[in-house]
């Protein structure tokens, strides 16, 4: 049955009110605080019709409603208003990036914390690992008689403490060599290109095949490495919210998603460009996602290359707008940032 526009006034008002409050919303508390040209009896029997078509519920028959899975995914895809960030918060969101946009390791790390402080909810993110980064350098430092570090940095990241078998008799002016070669061969190439240089670099590296075999595992453990770089924030900020304050039960539920790389990785996975929001309801339409939790992900990429997931997973009662905000401007900000690094 489809909703009347006053229907869908009064709703968007009792789950404004709850996302608020954290209590049942009365027909007197919508009448005082969000229309006042509406009785008070028009709205309990808009209430009750609301109530009848699933959106609301009554927990005691003489309290107020409370929204229904279905009217946070009618509220969400309808009826959400968006909340501006201040100058402060975009601020905030600036300072987090400002020194950090070389390394895509910090700019995941930074973007979970500033995204669980604007919000005061638990952040979730997930880097991308693209082959189509481009290596801007790459360097040997032995480490032991048979062990060097190698040392991969592409435009985005540092592929950092990957240490690969050397030769035994290897002398260091032979590293300092097979350095160099690796250099030629492959600074300004795309990880994916690298991949694929096969025979042509076997053959100039052919006295050198362990160390050659050992750069490419690392470049394609590096783009296949998602789950390692599944990133939470402010687990216990669950707490903060009233409904999970004694329901051991729900908090039991909540920590099995966010302190499990699986389930989150799962959650994360993706394959939208651009500054994509995306809102899960309830976990109906998804077994990793508690019935009484909510997810708010984007998906962010510049210049056509993914930088990652960057999401919000938190009660149902959750402030949509405030976070579809936050996300979207933490977005357009690193776009921003990034676009115009040096």
Not at 148 to 163: G, W
Request: hydrophobic content about 35%; proline content about 2%.
């Amino acid at each position: 049955m489809k909703l009347s526009d006053r229907k869908k006034k009064i709703l968007q008002c009792v789950v404004a009110e709850y996302i608020a409050e954290a209590q049942p919303v009365s027909s007197k508390s919508i009448t005082e605080k969000y229309i006042r040209d509406i009785s008070s009896a028009t709205v309990r029997s808009e209430l009750a019709g609301l109530e009848e078509m699933g959106y609301l519920n009554q927990l005691h028959t003489s309290s107020g409603r409370v929204p229904s899975i279905e009217a946070y995914k009618l509220y969400v895809s309808e009826l959400m208003d968006r909340s501006k960030l201040s100058t402060k918060e975009t601020g905030m969101i600036r300072e987090a990036f400002k020194d950090h946009v070389d390394n895509l390791e910090e700019v995941v790390q930074n973007a979970v914390k500033v995204i669980s402080e604007l919000t005061d909810y638990t952040s979730v993110a997930m880097a991308s690992h693209s082959g189509e980064e481009r290596i801007v350098k790459i360097d040997l430092f032995r480490n032991r008689k048979t062990q060097a570090l190698l040392l991969i940095v592409t435009e985005n990241t540092l592929i950092r403490d990957k240490f690969i078998d050397i030769p035994e008799n290897m002398t260091d002016a032979q590293l300092q060599d097979a350095s160099r070669m690796l250099y030629k061969l492959f600074v300004g190439k795309k990880l994916s290109e690298a991949l694929s240089l096969g025979g042509l670099a076997q053959e100039e590296l052919e006295s050198y095949r362990e160390i050659f075999d050992g750069v490419m595992d690392a470049i394609e453990e590096y783009i296949d490495r998602d789950k390692a770089d599944v990133i939470t924030e402010g687990e216990g900020k669950i707490l903060n919210h009233p409904e999970y304050n004694n329901d051991a039960e729900k908090v039991k539920n909540f920590l099995s998603v966010v302190t499990s790389k699986d389930k989150l990785l799962d959650l994360l996975s993706d394959e939208n460009d651009g500054i994509e929001v995306k809102i899960k309801v309830g976990g109906d339409s998804d077994e990793n996602l508690p019935s009484d939790c909510s997810l708010v992900t984007a998906t962010y990429s510049v210049s056509g290359l993914k930088i990652g997931t960057y999401g919000v997973i938190g009660p149902l009662r959750m402030d949509y707008g405030k976070v579809v905000s936050v996300l979207e401007g933490v977005g357009k900000v690193l776009e921003d940032i990034m676009k115009n690094k040096d």
